[in-house]
Every structure is written in structure tokens, then in C-alpha cells.
């Protein structure tokens, strides 16, 4: 498979970064001229593009120029780890016993094996570890499993909690737990998997997706950008319904116990220790800059008040019009 040029198209620096994130300012100008309260969610996510981009990039460039075999695998598992924590630790309204342990070990089983089967087989790429491959599709994997295993855990958990009177009237007339529970992990994997069957359906006609846009831009042979776009979409699917499927069957396995009884004190409805401590943080900290933004425009009135006094002459009612120090 012809590789991506090396050559960027443009060389972009941090002042171009700068003129992007004035889209972020828009969207949070918006948020409070329409009280969407999504100021503080926005500046939060912006900055962790930015610091996680950055770090990544930095941490990719070594691994690129070594090529070392246990370094690509350390990488792959820590893109694993840090999608676990998201899922369980930042977005998970609901959590469930052992969690962790369960989305790592289904996101590990099913984007390493696709991808390496991916590369090997449908890519041709040789070694399969080759770095410039391996970690960026381990990476969208991730992203494309995370979203997947959220909503399959939220509607689990929730109909699990809250709606559990249905599974619990065909455990009380005599069903097993997986008889009962086979609905719910049905319907959870339809919610789950329609996305990514949904974006294959639009795809190439309605949308451009961002891999073949990228070797676009880069310069490739635009059938090869499609047909490589074609191959990753399929991967996508694979490791997404395989770690939804992974997921579903250990979360009923663990909040339904082998005497056929939900059990409700394995779901626990309030958010993770440490997303309790980041939010807390993170409102601390902007309210923080709206105060000082607050005190700095009270100042700057205060002077520009002051100079067109002082300009009119009217020196001897300064005082008696000055702005207030904050408004």
C-alpha cells in the first residue's frame, strides 16, 4: 500500500493555532448570550486538545524515529488505559462494579487484534508494528469504541437501575439471568452500533471522513485515499461491536448474580471521586479568571474615565464621576 507523503502541505505554527481557537471563543460567546452553561466544558476541552495534542505529537516523533517494538506496544496499551479512564472516570453518568477492569479488558481485546489483522492482511503493511500505522488506527479505534461503550453502559446501567421491573418480573417467573437480561443487551448493541452504521451509510456522499481528508491533504492518489478509508471503516465496525459485545456480557454478568437478582448496590449512580474533583477544580478556576476579568475591566474603564476627565479639564469632578472599581 502506497505510504502517506512525508511533506506537509502547509507548515503551521502555534500563531495559525491561535486563529483556530477563535472558533472556541465564538462557541463560548454564544453559550452565554443563549445561557447554555457550556463555557466551563468548552474552555476545559480546548485546553486538553491542545496539551494532549502537543504531548502526543512530542511522545509520537521518538517512538516514529526508534521504531521499537515494545515502545509501539506501550503506546497501543496506553491509548487502551487513557480510554478506559475516560469512559469510566470522565464520561460515565453510572458506574459499575469492577468497570475499569472490564472496559480496559474489552477495548485491549478487540482494537490490538483488528488492527493487527487490519494491517497484516488487508493494508499489507509489513511488519504489522510499523509505527507511522499501528498507533494512529489503535488510536481511532479507541475513539470509535469509547463512544460505542458509552452508550451501550449508559443504557445498561440506567434500565438496570432505574426500569427494572421488566428484567425483574422474568427472573421472578422463572428466567436466568441471561434469559432476562437478553433484551436489554440486545437493544443496548443496537444503540450502540447505529452510529457507526449510520456514518458508513453517509459516508463518501454527504461526508469526506477525517483519514481520507488527511491523505487528501497530504497529497495521496485519491482511490487510494478511498479505498484505505474503505479498509478502516470496516476495522472500526469489527472493534467497536467487539468490545460493546465484550462489555455488555460482563456488565449483566456482574450486576445480575448467579441467584438470578439485580443487584442494585453494584451500580452506583454518582460520578467517579476524582470527575467530582476535576469539576470542582475547573469551576474554581474560571471563576477565578471571570473575577479577574472583571476587576481588569473595572480598572481599565476607571483610567479611560480618568484621561477624558482630565482632557476636558474638569479636573474638580473627577471624583464624583469615576466608574466604580467593579461594576
Known sequence: MDSFPKDPVADLDWSHVGFGLTFIVFNSVVSQVLQL????SLVVASLRCVVQLTLVA????QVFAAKNIWAIAGIAF???????????VIKAKRRCKDMFRVVFVAMVASTIPVTILGLQFSMRVFPFWTPMQFIPIVG???????????????????????NRDKTETL???????????????IESLRLALMPTINQMSVIGIISIPGTMTGA??????????????????????????????????????????????IRSDRIYARHHPFRRAGSHAARVAVGSM????????????????????????NDGDSRSERAPLLP
Open 37 to 40: 452553561h457550556l463555557g466551563t
Open 58 to 61: 512530542t511522545i509520537l516523533q
Open 78 to 88: 496506553l491509548l487502551n488505559l487513557i480510554g478506559t479512564f475516560e469512559v469510566v
Open 140 to 162: 481511532m479505534q479507541c475513539g470509535n469504541s469509547i463512544a460505542g461503550v458509552l452508550v451501550l453502559l449508559s443504557f445498561l446501567l440506567k434500565e438496570l437501575d432505574e
Open 171 to 185: 427472573l421472578a417467573f422463572g428466567a436466568s439471568r441471561f434469559e432476562a437480561c437478553r433484551p436489554l443487551a
Open 216 to 261: 487528501i491533504l497530504g497529497g495521496a492518489d485519491v482511490a487510494q485515499a478511498a479505498r484505505l478509508q474503505m479498509i478502516i471503516m470496516f476495522m472500526l465496525s469489527a472493534s467497536s461491536a467487539l468490545s460493546c459485545i465484550i462489555v455488555a456480557l460482563f456488565t449483566l454478568y456482574i450486576c445480575v448474580d448467579s441467584e438470578h437478582r
Open 290 to 313: 471571570r473575577r479577574v476579568w472583571v476587576v481588569l475591566t473595572g480598572f481599565v474603564k476607571q483610567l479611560l474615565l480618568q484621561g477624558a476627565v482630565v482632557s476636558n479639564g
